[in-house]
């Protein structure tokens, strides 16, 4: 039996490898016999919906226009009442209905939803396609978080504008805090405005599992009914990640589909405690939690800023699922910023780049520390390596690198380190020793290190030693020097 290794740090739990190691990629493996189905079926069905689709498309936008005529959208904005909620609710809900059914979906609604007195929010989730938009139709095309860039885009920018959205600009310093007091106000509003529905992932994902909610929605502090959405067909091609199928190939697969079926289940509203209101991401773990559960899949500390790291990692010529590290887990266990983990990439990328599948093998590791592969490196190595598969992720680095640069583990990373410094391992470091490795490892010939040297070597002994009663001010002075290679 292999026995138990026993890391010399200790490992914590929470920063574990997540249960999915990659939501936001999807492989579609089609067989000959479906590309063949596609391909005939598509040939009588999309020139079919695509003249039906039209003819929604110039009927709603008419109506569209009508309903906002004159109808402001910044400044006091009121709800629409009147004529014009009738025209939004029934007839833009009907058209809205019409479009998704000459595309050929079939929609099974589960459970019931509530009122806006009841639940002013509607968190909808998995997000993971375009296709989702289904969700406003049938829950009656209540208010939606929009881009103001949206309103401007031609024919769709007038449907937008009939939902009331939200706006959030991208120009605007202020627009987070403008669009969660917007959010605020109208959901306590007592049901003058319409419900708010909101994708708290804010990215799509593969459904594998449910990632980080933003708090936007749960900052109200007021009930929130979940809404969970279910695409059970034999071929998928609705779905629309960072990896995968185009937009435009998954609109003509779906399409080419005799059609596509979709699940909507409204689940019971979640109300906040008074914890919960005080702290809006505890709410958002448990309406996530419960929204997993009814879903049957594991939930992950993944975010958008994973897809952004995702994109610069394909930059950097590395893999792109290198980039994902559960952003929102590590940046709160290791209080670190997008930035720090962005810079942190790219000193990974500089080690990783030539290796396959932007993994680092001990001998990349060796080779890019100068250093010959000994006891005391493997043992270094092994900081890094959390998962003992040997090698090092992106993931595993910025963790390494984080916490063995902290004073806590400062003790067992300088034991580490001065066994890479004693070459002769006599237990102690000469001048010579100490000046040739960092001369090694910086690749700069004639580095001067005596003043360094002097700063450690507080007793005058011309070299340097390691035990448990050396004081902390030559631990601190001897870090300078060794963390280079951390």
């Not at 026995?3 to 490898?17: D, E």
């Not at 448990?286 to 897809?307: F, I, K, S, W």
């Not at 290198?322 to 997008?338: C, M, N, P, R, Y």
């Not at 070597?457 to 631990?475: G, Q, V």
Request: hydrophobic content about 45%.
């Amino acid at each position: 039996m292999t026995p138990r290794r026993v890391f010399a740090l200790p490992r914590q739990q929470s920063l574990f490898l997540p249960a999915v190691l990659n939501p936001f990629v999807q492989e579609v493996n089609l067989a000959k016999a479906d590309i063949i189905k596609c391909v005939f079926r598509g040939v009588f069905l999309v020139p079919i919906r695509a003249i039906f689709l039209t003819l929604v498309l110039m009927v709603t936008w008419p109506v569209a226009a009508i309903t906002t005529f004159m109808h402001p959208l910044k400044g006091a904005v009121a709800p629409m009442t009147g004529w014009r909620r009738f025209m939004c609710r029934r007839v833009m809900a009907f058209l809205g209905r019409s479009y998704y059914f000459f595309m050929g979906f079939r929609v099974v609604v589960k459970g019931q939803q509530v009122s806006s007195t009841e639940a002013p929010i509607l968190a909808v989730a998995p997000h993971s396609t375009f296709f989702d938009g289904i969700v406003c139709i049938v829950a009656g095309l209540p208010s939606t978080v929009s881009r103001t860039e949206n309103l401007a885009t031609p024919i769709f920018g007038r449907f937008v504008r009939c939902l009331q959205p939200v706006l959030v600009s991208r120009k605007d310093p202020d627009s987070r805090k403008n669009t969660i007091m917007e959010i605020d106000s109208r959901a306590k509003s007592g049901g003058r405005w319409p419900q708010i529905l909101v994708f708290p992932e804010g990215t799509c994902t593969n459904r594998s599992c449910l990632i980080t909610f933003k708090q936007g929605a749960f900052v109200p502090g007021v009930p929130v009914q979940p809404v969970i959405m279910r695409y059970p067909n034999r071929l998928d091609t609705v779905t629309w990640t960072w990896q995968g199928f185009s937009s435009k190939a998954l609109l003509l697969l779906t399409l080419s589909q005799l059609y596509t079926n979709v699940e909507i289940e409204f689940l019971p509203p979640v109300t906040p405690t008074g914890e919960e209101k005080k702290r809006p991401v505890l709410f958002a773990r448990r309406v996530r939690n419960v929204m997993a559960q009814a879903l049957g899949v594991p939930v992950t500390d993944h975010t958008y800023e994973d897809c952004r790291l995702m994109i610069s990692a394909g930059e950097l010529t590395l893999p792109m699922e290198a980039g994902l590290v559960e952003f929102t887990k590590i940046s709160q266990k290791l209080d670190l910023k997008w930035d720090n983990v962005k810079k942190e990439l790219e000193g990974f990328a500089a080690v990783a780049c030539s290796c396959k599948g932007g993994r680092i093998t001990i001998q990349e590791f060796a080779r890019f520390l100068k250093l010959p592969i000994s006891p005391a490196l493997q043992e270094l190595f092994a900081l890094f390596d959390r998962d003992g598969d040997g090698t090092i992720d992106f993931r595993e680095y910025v963790i390494g690198v984080t916490i063995l640069c902290r004073p806590a583990n400062t003790e067992e990373v300088l034991r580490i380190a001065f066994q890479l410094f004693d070459t002769d391992e006599d237990q102690r470091i000469t001048h010579e020793e100490f000046s040739s490795m960092l001369r090694s490892a910086l690749g700069v010939c004639d580095l001067n290190v005596s003043k360094l040297f002097k700063e450690i070597d507080t007793d005058s002994s011309e070299f340097i030693t390691f035990c448990k009663n050396i004081e902390r001010e030559i631990l601190y002075g001897f870090e300078s020097g060794i963390l280079i290679f951390v």
